[in-house]
């Protein structure tokens, strides 16, 4: 039978009986292939500057064989240097030129890098090639991703693990050596007596803090009663102020001579003589005597019960010239509204009406209506379902209620041709 060859290796298995006279030499020669596997060394160079393969021979040497293989040769680029399909592991040292890194491994499936002038340690399972990761004394840094310190001194190490003495972690100081030997006792305040740091409770604590009895803190502001909700603070020279709601004084009656309160809120009582300029909120039940107002007075939606009105006007919102297009009536500027159609299609719109419950109208007049083709909102809801004819020169009067919010609106003709 003759002789066979070993898949990692390729050494010669002889068959028995086989090679009388020539079985010392050839096992001699599988010795010496033996010792390339486990020790050899080879120097190959990239036979151009491509892609290149180890070469491999059975029972004979070959470069592929060896345990250390030094790559040479000039690159232009990162070149592959193929090793056999073959379970084995290599010292690959990549002395090539050029710059570029190469890489180990059997092509079309996952190779290992080797960096330009570096060794690394590869291994191949028959597939796949990986480099395997190691330190060697005096050589790069290990980062500290990998497990290293990415430092060659211990102070540099100790910045890039973050523990530099002085910025991330205190350094030995004897004020602290002070502090770690203060008994640890309920209600003790640390406090420094000018040499040592010592513990002390009490009115002797208050008044190395400056708040004894004799003192006269001078504090920011003060909560009363809670963090949040009464703050008194100093708003500059004899004038505080008082965070909340409501500040209740020692005596039924108080008089303020000759002072200012700006934007109060009273809850209730009797105007009885001229009052300040400004914002007023006034809530609860008061008596006002004659009132002349000096600005506007807002309700801000509430009721005025039982009121006698004399004298009145009602907000003109005068939009002019509409010139076609979307023309928004907005309630806020004015429940009477003028407005002249002109130039082209005018599609109207409502909004800001009362709330829902509330009774909400407006008046618009409206000259040359008719010169133009008017939309109305599809909310508006006409007598007999029919729009009015509006007059192409003159003004017409048109009246629109609501109670749902503008989910509805009623309109109703109150003049036509008015001019």
Known sequence: MASTYSTQGRLELQATGENSGTWGSKTNTNLQLIEAMVDGYVSVAFASDANDALTTANASADESRNKVIKLTGTLTASRLMEIPAVEKVYIINNATTGGFSVTI????????????????????????????????????DVAVADGGTGSSTASDARTALGLAIGTDVQAYDAGLADVAGVAVTDGNFLVGDGANWVAESGDTARISLGV?????PQFAAVNVGAATDTTVTRVSAGLIAVEGDTVTLNTATQTLTNKTLTSPAINSGTLTTAVAAGTWTVSGTWTIPAVTAGGQVSMADQILSRPQIEDYAETVNAIGSIGGGTQDIDLTLGNVVSGTVDTSTTTFTFS???????????TLLLANGGSQTVNWPASVVWQNGIAPVLTTSGVDILTFFTVSAG????GFVSGQAMA
């Open 407 to 410: 989910a509805t609106w009623y």
């Open 212 to 216: 004894g009895t004799t003192d006269s």
């Open 352 to 362: 800001n009406p009362s709330a829902t419950g509330k009774a909400c109208s407006f």
């Open 105 to 140: 491994g059997v092509s079309g499936n996952t190779v290992a890098t080797i960096a330009n002038g570096s060794i690394g340690v590869v291994y191949c399972d028959g597939t796949n090639t990986y480099q395997l990761t190691y330190y060697a004394p005096g050589g790069t």
